[in-house]
């Protein structure tokens, strides 16, 4: 039974990947950060049923014994490094901590693996976000980075420093450059779940206004499901290497409302108003990812349309929200 850590474990990447490898018979473990809200850290776990079925370790991407006392303890096959601050807007309020856990958090772990288990096969969740201001139409694994962000700026700092292990250490160490994907597992600061969870507090009668930033931001916007499944195939390659996974399907935040709110029958344009203090002091004003590398050398692919996608959301919220409505009890 092959053995996998992976770090940020109760993120909705760590979950979804959590749920792959057990379901292909593996043993997986994952890095716990404690806080003051450790009762619901694992609430994404426990929403694909599996919380019982993963190890949770304490420890902390930024202590680098913790790190290596945990990789002699799991003595993992794989390892994926998916923890991060990686909320882009709070990035910019918290660039010193998003620079510790996103680009030194990387850093140390890969430094973990290199003194305890130098076989095990290493994956770097890098980012989209590190084309930042686009060089080129359409971003590959050649287009130039212009980072536009603390947060880009920190996840450019691993990616490179990942490469760096590869070359200098000969770690099996590979880098998927995701593009935006999403679910109901999304973290409600994201702009897709914030749409989603909009939609259906207004639909169901919570709320009268859904507020957002820059409605003309473009992305290229696919399934975590999806995604995780590229992380696993990676490891699973002969040599590492550095891969773009995304849809090749470009939509605005515009849009994207116009789908969630269409999935309930609304029109967008009666519920969302713009503020400008949701802008962004620097903006990655569109996206649009080339996966054909990965198509061709790992065989994947997207399976899930943004359509599919916006529907799942909101009908997750919708039932998130129903539940939680009290109904009166008559006398």
């Known amino acids: 039974m092959p053995k996998a850590l992976i770090t940020g474990i109760t993120g909705q990447d760590g979950a979804y990947l959590a749920q792959l490898l057990l379901d292909r018979g593996y043993e997986v473990y994952g890095l716990l950060r404690r806080s003051a809200s450790a009762e619901v850290v694992g609430e994404r776990l426990r929403w694909l049923r599996i919380i019982d079925h993963v190890t949770l370790i304490d420890g902390d991407l930024l202590d680098l014994s913790a790190c290596i006392r945990i990789l002699q303890q799991v003595k993992p096959d794989e390892v994926y490094n998916l923890a991060a601050q990686s909320f882009v807007a709070a990035s910019f309020h918290q660039p010193l901590l998003t620079g510790q856990v996103t680009g030194m958090g990387a850093a140390n772990m890969l430094e973990a693996v290199r003194i305890v288990c130098p076989g095990a096969r290493f994956y770097q969740a890098s980012s989209s976000e590190m084309f930042g201001k686009i060089q080129e139409e359409r971003q590959n694994e050649r287009t130039p980075f212009y980072p536009r962000s603390p947060y880009a700026a920190a996840k450019l700092y691993a990616h490179w420093m990942t490469v760096n292990y590869r070359e200098s250490f000969d770690l099996h160490a590979s880098s998927g450059i995701l593009f935006n994907h999403e679910s109901p597992l ?27 930033g820059n409605l003309d931001a473009s992305r290229d916007w696919g399934h975590a499901r999806d995604y995780v499944h590229a992380m696993w195939l990676m490891l699973q390659q002969n040599k590492p290497d550095d891969y773009v996974i995304a849809t090749g399907r470009t939509t605005s935040i515009r849009d994207f409302c116009s ?38 050398k790992l065989g994947w692919k997207a399976t899930v349309t943004l359509e599919e996608l916006a529907a799942e959301m909101v009908e997750a919220d919708l039932a998130r929200h129903r539940a939680r409505i009290v109904v009166p009890v008559a006398s």
Do not use: C, Y
Not at 189 to 196: A, G, Y
């Open 186 to 212: 999304r973290g409600i600061e994201f702009v897709t779940r914030k749409i989603t969870d909009g939609v259906a507090r207004i639909h169901l009668g919570l709320a009268r206004e859904l507020r957002l």
């Open 259 to 296: 789908m969630a709110f269409g999935h309930v029958g609304r029109d967008w344009r009666d519920h969302v108003v713009t503020s400008a203090e949701l802008l962004r002091p620097a903006e990655v004003d569109v996206l649009h990812g080339d996966a054909d590398k990965a198509r061709q």
